[in-house]
């Protein structure tokens, strides 16, 4: 009695099979994952919005995508001619998943039913702004950028004023809305 030896190139052997369907089983799920990671990873960048976001800055998110504004408060309940740090709850979308994310913003109210939202980061390297209501600057703490109370440069390296948000009043209550980039 001898035993079969498979010559080359003739059907595969049950091992052979079955390697070959996990194998198969393996890459697709490697790539089932690999799909929602490059999304997370690269995904603001391919939908990002912000210049020189790669100076040590995060890139706040904007309510662009899904709802275009997002309600701060009453506004008559801000100070006039003061701005005020406010956390507002913006929607935010990354693929599939919806989310809402708290931001940091100094709001301001200007008139009876005007107001203007500064965006919290320096435009220098992103450090977060603080407003010195005895000085009426915003100050950076990071490379000493001075802000006059309009987001104009005073002094230092900033390269151009505050950035701020889209703002409208509509039944007493102030909404923010996108990110006003420059230039854009
Ligand atoms: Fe504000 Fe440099 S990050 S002055």
Redesign the pocket.
């Known amino acids: 009695m001898s035993a079969t030896v498979p010559e080359s190139g003739s059907q595969p052997t049950r091992r052979e099979a079955v390697m070959s369907a996990l194998g198969a089983i393996v890459g697709f799920i490697g790539a089932a994952l690999a799909v929602p990671l490059v999304a997370f990873l690269f995904g603001p960048a391919v939908s990002g919005t912000r210049p020189g976001g790669l100076l040590g800055r995060s890139i706040p998110p904007t309510p662009r995508s899904r709802a275009p504004w997002s309600p701060v408060g009453e506004l008559a309940a801000l100070p006039q001619g003061q701005p005020t740090l406010t956390t507002v709850q913006l929607p935010v979308q990354e693929g599939w998943i919806q989310s809402t994310m708290a931001v940091a913003v100094y709001v301001e109210r200007t008139g009876p039913d005007s107001a203007v939202i500064f965006d919290l980061h ?6 977060p ?1 603080v407003w010195n209501q005895a000085a009426g600057r915003f100050l ?1 703490p ?4 001075v802000y006059d109370a309009n987001g104009r440069v005073l002094s ?3 390269p151009r004023p505050l950035d701020r948000y889209a703002v409208k009043v509509d039944g007493g209550v102030l909404y923010m809305g996108a990110l006003q980039l420059p230039g854009a």
């Not at 990071?142 to 950028?145: K, Q, R, Y």
């Open positions: 320096c435009t220098h390297m992103g450090c702004v950076c990071c490379h000493g950028g230092g390296p900033p």
